[in-house]
C-alpha cells in the first residue's frame, strides 16, 4: 500500500479529478479493511504519540485495561495515556515508559474487573516508527489469564503428585517392619 501511496503522490498533479476521487476511493476502502483487521484482533493495542497522548485504541484494549471512566471516548483526551489507567502499578509502568522513554519492554499485571473476577494482563511497548524515526509508542496488551490458571493447575497437580509419592512412601516404610 505504501508502493502505491507514492506512486500517486508523484503523479498527483497529472492526475484528472476523477481518476483523483477513484484513488480516494480505493485509499479510503484499504483503510476501511485495515481499520476493521486491527479492530478484530483479540489482542488490545493502543498507539500514543511522543508526549503519550492517545492517537488510536481498538476495542480489545478498551475491553482489557482498567480506565478511569470505561466506555468513554477517550481520542481526543489531552492528558498522556497513563493518567487514564484507573490502575496504579500500570499507570506508574507507563509513566516511567514515558519519562525515562523506554521501549522493548513488558510487566505483567493483575487487574479487577467489574464482575469481580480477576484477569492477567501483559502489557508490552514498543517503539512506533515511522519516516526512520520514532514518533511514539505502541502498547501491546494481552489476557494472559487462560495462560497463568493453566500454569496455577499444573503447580496443583505436580504438588498432589509429590504429596501421594511422599504417602506411598510412608506407607511402604510403616508396612515393612509389620
Known sequence: MQDFSNRVYEKLSKLSKSQIERVYRELKNQ???????????????????????????NKAAERLLPFHSPGQEFKFEKQPFFELIDDKDMAAFFKDCFQ?????????????????SV???????????????????????????????QEILLHRMETMAGLTNIAANVAHEIKNPL
Not at 33 to 41: G, R, Y
Not at 100 to 109: C, G, H, L, Q, R
Not at 123 to 149: H, Y
Request: hydrophobic share 40%; glycine share 6%; proline share 1%.
Open 119 to 149: 484477569r492477567f494482563i501483559k502489557v508490552c511497548v514498543i517503539p512506533l516508527v515511522a519516516e526512520n524515526q520514532i514518533a511514539g509508542s505502541i502498547i501491546l496488551v494481552e489476557d494472559i489469564t487462560e495462560r497463568r490458571s
Open 31 to 57: 483503510n476501511e479493511v485495515l481499520n476493521s483487521i486491527v479492530q478484530s484482533l483479540s489482542t488490545g493495542l493502543v498507539t500514543v504519540d511522543r508526549q503519550w497522548h492517545l492517537l488510536e485504541m
Open 100 to 116: 525515562k522513554n523506554k521501549t522493548n519492554i513488558s510487566d505483567e499485571y493483575t487487574v479487577s474487573t467489574s464482575g469481580g
